[in-house]
């Protein structure tokens, strides 16, 4: 079973930049989507970005030209590096794993989560 775990949240003031990390482990032959989510208090979740295999990135307009994912292939992790942070990107950070496991029989595709991070941006 593919596993996935996020690090890098925490508590920064307003301005100030994090680096998120998400790493899969377990049986995977590929991951073509990857992929950060945010939920905040009273709020849907909602997409923060993405970046598919082809490594074409997709940002919601609130984040845009602040944060920048990216990924590493050969650790099957992906990175959301977050800049000039406001009060309102504070929420829970998940990860949005989509791939190939490989099984003993047929590989099987795979959709997974984080248990997610927590980001607080305050003064």
């Known amino acids: 079973q593919v596993q996935v775990v996020e690090s890098g949240g925490g508590l920064v003031e307003p301005g100030g930049s994090l680096r998120l990390s998400c790493a899969a482990s377990g049986s995977i032959f590929n991951i073509y989507a990857m992929a950060w989510y945010r939920q905040a208090p009273g709020k849907e979740r909602e997409l923060v970005a993405a970046i598919p295999h082809t490594g074409a990135t997709k940002y919601a307009d609130s984040v845009k030209g602040r944060f920048t994912i990216s990924r590493d292939n050969a650790k099957n992790t992906v990175y959301l590096q977050m800049n000039s942070l406001k009060p309102e990107d504070t929420a829970v950070y998940f990860c949005?794993?989509?791939?190939?496991?490989?099984?003993?029989?047929?590989?099987?595709?795979?959709?997974?989560w984080g248990q997610g991070t927590q980001v607080t941006v305050s003064s």
């Open positions: 949005n794993l989509e791939g190939v496991e490989i099984t003993p029989g047929p590989y099987v595709d795979f959709d997974s």
